[in-house]
């Protein structure tokens, strides 16, 4: 019998996010119950139970129209380790959209894209996780203006046309949350949403026609938050880079944009030519 014998595979429903969220906490994640809410609302999240009903380790394949989708949540509680769990589930994930016609795509770490790669990933760009605090000061600047919920199709319209992805459903919940901030550029062309998280404010999606915009709409959102901030940077923006060490914030930890494509395919980055700050590596 291997080790998984002894655990019930299940598809998680909306009760069982409290225990998604036990996991993702335990392991130091940032994600919050209405994240674990979304996945299994949205997507398809697979988990393991071991016989007290205990969720041991779960991953979230996360769909979007437009031909990609997420796989994110790949957890294992630390005394079911080593066991190939995870890889199990990652599989789960993998089925899970291809069976909808879609690309897996992921972010990985330097040792997750080793073993990604093995099983057929291909590398895109690189990022990295910035970690720093909320930056007060002044907020004024004629381009910015305050966003909420009656903007969610405008922003879900530009989220769309540099994506190429239909993420309204995502967008629309975040806006909808509670001590979200939205902002957008009063011409149309970008807004950033932050979003709290267990261990800090989750800044981005950050969309932007130049950087000169995604700067000003940075610097108009860091003002208003407070505590910890996270922000996940595509490495090739280097004047966002120098502005946010100049402001105490430093890398925590790289990842790499990674898809399951067609032998010989190379992942597909242009859309991110806009997309100055992404929405999380759960989310892309």
């Known amino acids: 019998m291997v080790a998984s014998d002894s655990l019930a ?4 429903s909306p009760a069982d996010a409290a225990g998604g969220l036990l996991l993702s906490t335990a392991s130091g994640w940032n994600q919050t119950l209405a994240d674990w809410q979304l996945f299994i609302g949205h997507g398809e999240v697979t988990g393991l139970k071991d016989d007290a009903g205990t969720l041991v380790a779960t991953a979230a394949a996360l769909p979007y129209a437009g031909g990609q989708g997420w796989i994110s949540m790949v957890l294992v509680r630390d005394d079911w380790r080593r066991r190939g769990l995870a890889t199990q589930l990652l599989n789960d994930c993998v089925r899970a959209l291809h069976a909808r016609a879609v690309t897996p ?29 909320g930056v007060a000061g002044p907020t004024a600047d004629a381009r910015v203006r305050d966003a909420g919920p009656a903007d969610a199709d405008a922003i879900g319209a530009l989220d769309r046309e540099v994506t190429g992805l239909d993420r309204g459903f995502l967008l629309r919940d975040v806006l909808a949350r509670p001590g979200t901030q939205a902002l957008t550029l009063h011409d149309g062309t970008g807004f950033v949403l932050a979003r709290g998280g267990v261990r800090a404010v989750q800044v981005g999606p950050l969309v932007a026609g130049n950087e000169d915009d995604a700067l000003a709409l940075l610097q ?65």
């Open 9 to 12: 595979r299940v598809k998680l």
């Open 105 to 133: 795509v992921l972010d990985a770490t330097p040792d997750g894209a080793e073993v990604y790669r093995r099983i057929g990933f291909v590398e895109g760009f690189a990022l990295a996780r910035w970690q720093g605090q």
């Open 220 to 284: 108009a959102v860091m003002a208003r938050v407070r505590g910890p901030v996270f922000l996940d940077v595509p490495d090739r923006w280097g004047r966002l880079a120098v502005w946010l060490q100049s402001h105490g914030f430093a890398p925590q930890r790289p990842f790499v944009r990674m898809a399951l494509t067609a032998p010989g395919a190379r992942l597909h980055a242009q859309a991110h030519d806009r997309q100055f700050v992404l929405a999380g590596p759960e989310f892309g």
